[in-house]
């Protein structure tokens, strides 16, 4: 049994719209004794899946399969099916905590947890490298925090910012604070963009880190975005606290139209 926050993610919607689909009673449920909604976690998939169109099960057979050109199609067909790459971001998320999920209960091997997101990092690395990209785009940096490996986030990210007409540079991980506050003061970036996936559990690190790069774009006037499931600070002192990739669109949005109109 899930909570709405799980269901939520389970499929990548937002809790409201799990909300929605159990007030409307397409969505089955029942309630704790302290009155909270509880959903069973086949029910909202098969819920998830009439309503968008494909299950999260399609995609997982699809990635623990391996077939390069398969999962080249299926980000296709779903980058047409839903319009916009941040749209299919989010429906990939979904899919990876269910992934993840299904390795911490030891139904998946390791090494098939490596073949899924391994197959996906390389197809989205393909596909950002045929996208085309702005030579005047504004230049937002893509690192990994200290300490975390995983770059998937990261990687439907530039996606995200190629499709809004930005210019991605990609660190990716291992890349010590020390250097992007090198790069943040040479003063030719609009943004920073870190993540950090569930795995960094270590909010002290994070916030220091948030700190330091948040007062160093603070002083050269560049835009600072935290992302992932990781555990950064949820109001940081300067830059945004994104959880979704439709609030990272929402966002790109909003500075694009910004540095249209020299504000």
């Known amino acids: 049994m899930l909570t709405t926050t799980e269901a939520a993610r389970v499929v990548a919607v937002t809790a409201s719209t799990i909300k929605r689909w159990a ?27 009439a309503q968008a169109g494909v299950e999260p099960s399609t995609w997982m057979h699809c990635l623990l399969s391996g077939r390069r050109h398969e999962v080249d199609g299926r980000l296709l067909e779903a980058r047409a099916r839903l319009g916009a790459w941040h749209r299919v971001a989010d429906e990939l998320s979904g899919v990876l905590g269910e992934l993840g999920r299904q390795w911490a209960c030891g139904w998946l091997t390791i090494a098939e947890e490596h073949v899924a997101t391994e197959t996906l990092l390389r197809a989205l690395a393909r596909l950002g490298d045929a996208l085309p990209t702005r030579i005047d785009g504004p230049r937002a940096l ?6 975390d490996e995983h770059t998937l986030g990261l990687a439907m990210a530039e996606l995200c910012l190629y499709e809004q007409g930005w210019s991605p540079i990609w660190l990716g991980r291992f890349t010590p604070v020390a250097e992007v506050l090198k790069l943040v003061s040479d003063g030719k970036l609009a943004m920073v963009v870190l993540t ?31 992302g992932g499931a990781g555990a950064w600070p949820a109001r940081p002192k300067h830059g945004a606290r994104l959880t979704s990739f439709n609030d990272f669109h929402q966002h790109l949005t909003e500075r694009t139209e910004q540095r249209t109109h020299g504000r």
């Open 23 to 49: 007030d409307q009673g397409l969505l089955p449920f029942t309630r704790t004794a302290g009155g909270h909604r509880r959903f069973e976690r086949a029910a909202v998939e098969r819920l998830a899946g």
């Open 142 to 147: 893509l690192a990994v925090a200290p300490g």
């Open 196 to 226: 950090a996936s569930a795995a960094n559990t270590e909010p002290r690190a994070l916030r220091g880190i948030a700190a330091k790069v948040g007062a160093a774009c603070g002083k050269h006037g560049i835009d600072l975005v935290l």
